[in-house]
């Protein structure tokens, strides 16, 4: 498709020809408030879990998608998958996660070349401490300042959003 100028600039019908109108274009500014917001709030939230809990936001993500995994537990791949990280980048947050004594590899009985990260019990407990501390600094930073007759919209929205995100990206091979 091609926009009115003819020249298929992915803006089609937006008519955006200074920087002014750029910063002032309504979806622009739309799009740089939430990621200002969700900025804020990852700052937020991922230093009262570092202060409290002593992991990072990433490290708490992966603990989230091992509890959620259940034994016997993921392959590198799918942490991976689940981040949007390099195998490589996975490696490297698992093997700190690993010294700090919150996951563990096993042998995958499915494959007896693989091996799966799973939950410790001090991951367990700190998948649970960590999670109880953020489910409330969710409540009182992310939702708490929107009406209440809002917010489950929000939040449904935000899921509906982050499907349709998460199916653009290309999977891993």
Do not use: K, W
Not at 21 to 28: C, D, H, I, R, T
């Amino acid at each position: 498709m091609h926009g009115e100028d003819g020249r298929g600039n992915g803006g089609e019908g937006i008519p955006i020809t200074t920087s002014e109108e750029a910063a002032s274009n309504p979806l622009v500014l739309a799009f740089g408030r939430l990621q200002g917001a969700a900025n804020r709030l990852a700052y937020i939230l991922g230093r009262s879990l570092e202060q409290e809990c002593g992991i990072s936001h990433l490290m708490f993500e992966v603990l989230l998608i091992l509890g959620r995994a259940g034994d016997p537990g993921l392959s590198m791949r799918a942490i991976a998958q689940e981040q949007v990280l390099t195998t490589g980048g996975a490696t490297r947050l698992v093997d700190r996660m690993e010294a700090a004594g919150l996951v563990e590899r096993a042998e995958d009985p499915g494959d007896r070349r693989g091996r799966l990260v799973r939950l410790t019990t001090l991951g367990e407990e700190t998948t649970v401490r960590a999670s109880r501390l953020h489910a409330e600094n969710v409540r009182r930073y992310f939702l708490a300042p929107l009406p209440a007759e809002d917010r489950e919209r929000f939040a449904e929205d935000l899921r509906i959003l982050s499907h349709a995100a998460r199916d653009e990206l290309p999977r891993l091979p």
